[in-house]
């Protein structure tokens, strides 16, 4: 069973920069796509980033596209979101999600499409 967890979520003032890490375990992530999504209180869960199992595709929201990274390092069998310029509106519950399917395409963006979660790292940016 492929669990996995997030981490480096914390408070920083707007601006500022954080790295989010989602580990798995119990499977090998290379073999699979992996979304970053967020939630904020009293809003849906909204897509923020993917990338491909090699890692040469990558598909970001509008919202943090030029703020934010993905990137994967398979072997330490990790996916890692850089935050930079954070920005208030951008606080929210931060969640990994693993899609089993192969094929890389506009699905990705799709909360649906994920087989697998973690339990959330919380990101929250002063004023």
């Known amino acids: 069973q492929l669990q996995l967890v997030e981490s480096g979520g914390g408070l920083v003032q707007a601006g500022g920069s954080l790295r989010l890490s989602c580990a798995a375990s119990?499977?090998?992530?290379?073999?699979?796509?992996v979304g970053w999504f967020r939630q904020a209180p009293g809003k849906e869960r909204e897509f923020v980033a993917a990338?491909?199992?090699?890692?040469?595709?990558?598909n970001y929201a509008d919202s943090v596209k030029g703020r934010f990274t993905i990137s994967r390092d398979n072997a330490k069998n990790t996916v890692y979101l850089q935050m930079n310029s954070l920005k208030p509106e951008d606080t929210a519950v931060y969640y990994c999600?693993?899609?089993?399917?192969?094929?890389?395409?506009?699905?990705?963006?799709?909360?649906?499409?994920?087989?697998?979660w973690g339990q959330g790292t919380q990101v929250t940016v002063s004023s």
């Open positions: 999600a693993v899609d089993v399917d192969p094929w890389w395409g506009p699905k990705t963006s799709d909360a649906r499409t994920y087989d697998y």
């Open positions: 990338i491909s199992r090699s890692g040469g595709n990558k």
């Open positions: 119990g499977r090998t992530l290379n073999t699979y796509a």
